[in-house]
């Protein structure tokens, strides 16, 4: 029997700030030399700890926003509102990947208008831009990222600033995703629950499509034909 690689906790924050040009996303772009998503653009976020999970008492979801906000704090120097921070989803790493990880994903407006501080080591670069231009810059081949992150920041796309998407997720049970990985010829895609191929591994079994393919360097999100009882991770 092969041995499943056990998963550890993990959480990220999508740090948000309203601007006269719109609601805007900070993204960091990783040191290209990491074996784990090297040069990819990313939220601020990683393990969450014994530090994290002390300061929650044990209660994980707890320290999983403690730990979002510490990544944030250590990797850019900014402090998400806790207040205000909601839950978007949690995705857990298919089966076959050597590192596995349980991720929360939140977004929050900073707390304050401080300067961002990157480490130059693991984040070589960041970018506030509005969450329109990223997907705009990622389909256009300029900014490398996991489908986690892409579709996080699609489903963002439709609200116009910080109270309205707090108002908006408060409102939706958050999604937990375990993505599955497969290949169509020279196609790389994952498929999510309620995808004719999910359960039998086969991605070119007839029905629903619930996947992310890559697309010329860039993850295109597609939802046919699913049953209700998989919504949609990005809604209009």
């Known amino acids: 029997m092969t041995a499943v690689t056990a998963i550890r906790p993990a959480s990220t924050v999508v740090l948000l700030r309203d601007t006269d040009n719109g609601m805007e996303t900070l993204m960091l772009k990783r040191n290209k030399a990491l074996m784990f998503a090297g040069g990819l653009w990313v939220f601020p976020g990683g393990a969450i700890d014994q530090a994290d999970m002390a300061a929650a008492g044990g209660d994980t979801d707890a320290a999983a926003r403690f730990a979002a906000a510490r990544e944030a704090e250590e990797e850019c120097g900014l402090t998400p509102d806790l207040d205000n921070m909601v839950q978007l989803s949690q995705w857990t790493t298919p089966v076959a990947e050597p590192k596995r990880f349980?991720?929360?994903i939140y977004a929050a407006p900073?707390?304050?208008?401080?300067?961002?501080?990157?480490?130059?080591?693991?984040?070589?670069?960041?970018q506030w831009m509005r969450i329109a231009d990223v997907?705009?810059?990622?389909?256009a081949g300029d900014m490398?990222?996991?489908?986690?992150?892409?579709?996080?920041?699609c489903s963002l796309m439709r609200y116009k600033n910080t109270e309205e998407m707090i108002a908006g997720e408060r409102q939706i049970k958050p999604p937990e995703v375990l993505p599955l990985f497969a290949k169509e010829a020279e196609t790389f895609l994952v498929m999510f629950e309620g995808d004719a191929g999910y359960d039998n591994g086969q991605s070119t079994t007839p029905g629903a499509r619930h996947r992310a393919v890559m697309q010329n360097g860039s993850w295109e999100y597609i939802y046919e034909g699913v049953?209700?009882?998989f919504p949609t991770f990005i809604s209009d």
């Open 110 to 126: 900073v707390a304050h208008n401080d300067t961002v501080k990157i480490d130059g080591g693991e984040i070589h670069d960041h």
């Open 144 to 153: 490398g990222m996991m489908p986690p992150t892409y579709v996080t920041l």
């Open 102 to 104: 349980k991720t929360w």
């Open 227 to 229: 049953s209700a009882d």
């Open 135 to 139: 997907v705009a810059a990622h389909k």
